[in-house]
């Protein structure tokens, strides 16, 4: 089955300066690559997603980008701030009917 | 997004006792819903996927006779912990999908603590 790496797990900035967090896959049949933010005891939220059919995909301060043929794909958040804090999961899946297989996620600590 | 509400947030029961636990699409129709655990700081653990009107498909090493889910209708799906014990404790956590879209949204989650 699908295995998701992901790393750092732990990332600590200061304010105002970008994160990166990285992930591996190993399907090749994957083609979803979701992003959540969990909050200390809430629920994951669904923060941006690519498809495997683009290589980039921007929302205001987040973008992740997909390399297919590597196999990765990363999340990247610029001028980071304070209530960025929070733990980041990425994921894979087939689409469709198939489950989505989660990275062990990243711990993200902005400090102002 | 769509809005998926799990019900109850926190809940505390005694050793032997059952609990459960409601999972509900609110404005679309949950094709699919999944339920994961979470412990202390570490990632969510896929416990079952659940089809409408279809039996749950159990990951390995989860007691299907312990965690009964049921998919009755295309916006409510149940989890339901059997004589429950300590080590049960933990944060329960659903997510549903829309047919074919590849969205998966979840619940606020469960806390659930067995004294």
């Known amino acids: 089955g699908e295995n998701v790496e992901q790393h750092p797990s732990t990332l600590s900035v200061q304010e105002g300066d970008s994160a990166v967090i990285k992930c591996t896959y190993s399907?090749?049949?994957?083609?979803?690559f979701p992003w959540y933010k969990q909050e200390l005891g809430k629920r994951p939220q669904l923060i941006i997603d690519?498809?495997?059919?683009?290589g980039e995909k921007k929302d205001q301060r987040i973008a992740v980008t997909l390399n297919k043929t590597a196999k990765h794909f990363s999340l990247h958040i610029t001028e980071t701030q304070p209530e960025d804090s929070a733990v980041y999961f990425c994921?894979?899946?087939?689409?469709?009917?198939?489950?989505?297989?989660f990275g062990k996620g990243t711990m993200l600590l902005v400090s102002p | 997004g769509a809005v998926v509400s799990q019900h109850p947030s926190r809940v505390i029961c005694k050793s032997g006792t059952s609990v459960k636990i409601e999972c509900r699409s609110l404005?679309?129709?949950?094709?699919?819903m999944f339920w994961y655990r979470q412990f202390p700081k570490k990632s969510l653990m896929l416990m079952a996927t659940?089809?409408?009107?279809?039996?749950?498909?159990?990951e390995q090493g989860v007691e299907k006779d312990k965690f009964l889910i049921n998919h009755a209708s295309l916006t409510l799906s149940t989890l339901t912990v059997t004589s429950a014990h300590p080590e049960d404790s933990s944060f329960y956590i659903c997510?549903?999908?829309?047919?074919?879209?590849?969205?998966?949204?979840f619940g606020q989650g469960t806390r659930l603590t067995v004294v």
């Open positions: 997510s549903a999908r829309e047919g074919l879209r590849d969205e998966a949204f």
């Open positions: 399907d090749s049949a994957s083609n979803y």
């Open positions: 690519i498809r495997s059919n683009v």
């Open positions: 994921a894979a899946s087939i689409g469709g009917y198939s489950t989505l297989t």
């Open positions: 404005d679309f129709q949950a094709t699919t």
């Open positions: 659940s089809n409408e009107g279809s039996k749950a498909t159990y």
